[in-house]
């Protein structure tokens, strides 16, 4: 019965959106149906609400969909959707501001002399809005009434013209700022720590270790990473339609002929051009370049690019050219004011303590102030300008309820699509599926695309995704990242606006199309469009760094950079700094030496050992990475032999597992059964089931190969051993070049130490002159002031015991006294041997420190370098199977 009331909810799902009902209202409004009914229905025949469900009850699910939504979005560190009405804010500002007009026009003039021009330009302007104002309807119908009778007159083939209009209108989806890529980043988030749990409870099911390395662990997705995955798959869409329009029309000139250009290509042209384009690429730099920059998270990069539209739209709209530009100039030189001062000033309110930091922070207050007054005045124009600001904060409220609205239903779909048991029909579906993750994905995607004719992208986004995403992100096989499911499944939706019958951008052009462009006409010219963008999905899939290394390159080089010890990194970094070892083993090894013949005679005797380890470890560090190597070579060449014994036992015991979870499930159904002639008859049918599935797992478990045991017990032993070489290897490392850095340390601090000892001395004459409790503060002073110096733990321990002679009845100074001259005498002996190596052996340290710093060295400094960085980020980027740890 789950089913019946199952089908029964995807029934009135697709009822209500293929009759125009609204999205909104559709999503939860089939959940409440088909909850309430199954209740209604177990409450009549089975004497038991509950009974139809496959966990719990009506008034559990249809409360367990707000209670979701809740705990995502009530959380104040869940913000990722705060960005969706700045970037809607900013995309209806800036088409009301005409930004696409001014565009196309000057576009169009550029290009209009090469072949298949005027497509071209309107391909590029489509790319430009989509990083400006991201509306699917507003570019495609500006793009509609300005482009299109242009591209007519000059004849254009119609379904070219219109298939280039309506896919270039498509491009706000994929190129960032998008909403559906914040949406999807939002969806992503949770599906990851659903994936995560999955993989966890695999890992831990599977080995018997609770602890599943990081290593092995899923990534989440944020809205800024989304946007810097999808921004090379958006420029490579963007490529394959202007390399399409300009084939076509140097071999079919008829269907896009040049149109030369009747005005003159001097001066003022390139004023006029620069004037149209400099706006909205600075806007575009400043948002999506302080992302990718990590100077801003997205929701800051929406604010500015909030006030930055309404800026701009302050002197596009002003009818007067009267103090036009004042506004805008006058918030341009604050924010160079702010940049200029910022770079000069520490500015910190908390912290004025000198007269440079009052003067920062008077100038940066007016500075704000001179920013204030631009986007003030800016947008009390825009709202005295045919009550635009109105207008478009009416819009933007509009339509950011309902992407509330839709998300709210879904999140009530979701569960009372789980409440009939979906979930674990969908995943055990594509669990079962052969092949394995790439059948699972390509299923999925081809669902998605189907769904796309006749579904919204966020229908799709909100309701698909989160069913479907846990389970594909949880598949160790494959191994992909939340980002680069994200961007193939954007990829996937943008298609939605673009197949019949119900794409939006063939309606929205069919609304203001003159009557000699035919429906057909529309229709066949997006044909084309929609296989490139299948043809952009293939090469994302295949060649996953197009997502993965803009995310991962700005994530290793932003200021919040892991250090290179971090665990997740090891593996690309390892393999960079041991190819580093054996080109320049030489060049370490004389460094070494040149280290070791350094005199250090007069060091004490705990330094000298010190120092001679570290050079021994440091001298150790090529044989292990041979060891390394060899281990590594062992595992790869025992892993092609094993490969197919492990996917042939985790299959079964996967289906072992399904099947023992059915008689779980069998067992629960047979106990909710009473003793009615109807229940009896269906307990014999259930107990009937039970014997049958308890043979099949009786003969997966006699299939699986009988070598199995044996075989995973030697991957297991080979993989341990590699795992502990490198483990060996990194303890070396980090111990040998710690010790290089204390002693640098100590070494520096050679004037501070001078420094104290006259304060130590001093404490002669209080012992002998204060009383005991002035006396204990003064030493309890200066035990603190040599806690902040390295090397003096005994000397401050001697003042410690100096302090607690003078306390309470075991008050004893000469006992104080004693424990003051052994510290002074080690004090003394520190300054001596300190004062002399700074001289002698801190170039030779300094020196040392610099040849292995990038290699021995490496995973203890505080980021990669810039180079390394990049490299390691093109390494993390391609996805790498780790099935074989499960």
């Excluded at 029909?425 to 052969?434: A, E």
Aim: aromatic letters at 8%; glycine letters at 6%; proline letters at 5%.
């Amino acid at each position: 019965m789950e089913m019946l009331f199952l089908g029964l909810l995807v029934l009135l799902m697709i009822v209500a959106l293929t009759s125009g009902f609204p999205v909104a209202f559709s999503l939860p409004g089939s959940s409440i149906i088909a909850i309430g009914l199954a209740a209604l229905c177990g409450w009549l025949f089975a004497d038991n609400p509950d009974a139809y469900f496959h966990d719990g009850g009506p008034v559990q699910w249809l409360s367990a969909g707000v209670t979701n939504f809740r705990s995502l979005y009530w959380d104040v560190e869940r913000d990722t959707l705060i960005a969706i009405p700045l970037f809607i804010f900013m995309g209806i500002m800036l088409q009301r501001s005409k930004v696409a007009e001014d565009l196309l026009v000057t576009m169009a003039q550029l290009f209009g002399p090469v072949p298949g021009g005027l497509g071209i330009s309107v391909v590029l302007v489509g790319a430009l809005l989509a990083a400006t104002t991201g509306i699917v309807g507003a570019t495609v119908i500006a793009m509609g009434m300005i482009s299109l009778p242009a591209m007519l007159r000059n004849n254009y083939s119609h379904s070219l013209s219109a298939g280039t209009i309506c896919a270039s209108g498509t491009l706000g989806q994929i190129i960032p700022p998008s909403i559906v890529l914040i949406i999807l980043a939002d969806q992503l988030s949770n599906a990851a720590d659903q994936a995560s749990a999955l993989r966890k409870a695999n890992y831990r099911e599977i080995t018997g270790d609770f602890s599943m390395p990081s290593t092995l662990d899923i990534a989440s997705a944020s809205a800024g990473d989304m946007f810097m995955g999808a921004f090379v798959p958006g420029l490579l869409l963007v490529g394959l339609y202007v390399l399409y329009i300009l084939i076509t029309a140097l071999i079919k000139p008829e269907k896009a002929p040049p149109v030369a250009y009747e005005g003159k290509y001097d001066t003022q042209f390139a004023i006029k051009v620069a004037w149209s384009l400099l706006p909205p690429l600075a806007l575009i730099f400043v948002v999506l370049g302080s992302i990718i920059l990590g100077i801003a998270t997205v929701n800051q990069a929406g604010a500015v690019g909030a006030v930055g539209a309404m800026i701009m739209a302050g002197y596009r709209l002003h009818h007067t050219d009267q103090r036009r530009f004042t506004p805008a100039a006058i918030a341009i030189t604050a924010i160079v004011a702010i940049a200029v001062i910022l770079s000069n000033y520490d500015i910190n309110v908390k912290s004025i303590h000198t007269t440079d930091d009052v003067i920062g922070v008077v100038l940066a207050s007016v500075a704000v102030a001179a920013l204030l007054i631009g986007v003030i005045w800016s947008g009390w124009r825009v709202f005295k300008t045919d009550n635009t600001l109105h207008e478009v904060m009416l819009e933007t409220s509009k339509t950011t309820s309902m992407v509330f609205i839709i998300l709210i239903g879904a999140a009530m779909l979701t569960s009372a699509f789980r409440a009939f048991g979906g979930e674990e029909l969908v995943k055990d579906m594509l669990t079962g599926m052969p092949g394995g993750f790439w059948m699972q994905f390509f299923v999925v995607m081809l669902v998605i695309f189907v769904l796309g004719f006749f579904l919204d992208f966020i229908e799709i986004a909100v309701v698909v995704v989160p069913i479907v995403a846990p389970i594909l992100l949880a598949d160790p096989s494959a191994n992909v990242t939340a980002v680069w499911l994200g961007v193939m499944v954007g990829l996937n939706i943008q298609t939605s606006f673009l197949t019949p019958p119900f794409g939006f951008a063939l309606f929205y052009l069919r609304g203001v199309a003159d009557k000699v462009v035919k429906t057909l006409s529309i229709y066949k010219g997006v044909v084309p469009f929609i296989g490139l963008q299948l043809l952009a999905l293939l090469i994302t899939g295949m060649v996953p760094a197009l997502v993965n290394y803009l995310p991962n390159r700005t994530y290793l080089t932003s200021e919040s950079a892991p250090p290179p010890m971090n665990p997740r990194i090891q593996p690309c970094l390892e393999a960079e700094v041991l190819q580093y070892y054996g080109a320049n083993q030489q060049v370490l090894q004389t460094a070494i030496e040149a280290m070791a013949q350094a005199k250090v005679t007069y060091l004490p005797e705990n330094v000298q050992t010190l120092l001679s380890t570290s050079l021994q470890q440091a001298s150790s560090v090529f044989e292990q990475v041979d060891t390394i190597y060899a281990a590594e070579a062992q595992l790869a060449d025992y892993v092609p032999d094993y490969r197919p014994l492990h996917v042939e036992a985790r299959t079964i015991e996967a289906a072992i597992r399904r099947g023992e979870s059915d008689l779980k499930q069998l067992a629960i159904d047979i106990r909710r059964l009473e003793d009615t002639p109807e229940d009896l008859q269906r307990k014999q049918v259930l107990a009937e089931r039970v014997v049958v599935l308890e043979a099949k797992i009786t003969d997966l478990q006699a299939s699986i190969p009988d070598t199995w045991q044996v075989a995973r017990a030697e991957y297991v032993s080979l993989s341990k051993a590699e795992t502990k070489a490198r483990r060996e290897y990194r303890r070396t490392v980090d111990e040998s070049y710690q010790t290089i850095l204390d002693l640098q340390l100590v070494i520096s601090e050679v004037g501070a130490l001078a420094a104290s000892v006259p304060s130590v001395e001093a404490l002669y004459t209080v012992i002998a002159e204060q009383e005991a409790k002035a006396a204990m503060d003064a030493i309890k002073l200066q035990e603190k002031a040599l806690g902040e110096l390295a090397g003096v733990s005994k000397a401050k321990s001697k003042l410690s015991k100096a302090r607690r002679a003078l306390k309470g009845s075991k008050y004893n100074p000469d006992k104080a006294r004693k424990y003051l001259d052994e510290a002074m005498t080690m004090l003394q002996e520190q300054v001596i041997w300190r004062q002399r190596a700074a001289t002698e052996l801190m170039p030779a340290l300094v020196t040392y420190d610099q040849a292995i710093a990038g290699s021995i060295g490496l995973r203890l400094q505080e980021r990669m370098p810039i180079s390394l960085a990049k490299t390691v980020s093109a390494c993390m980027s391609n996805h790498k199977d780790i099935s074989l740890h499960f």
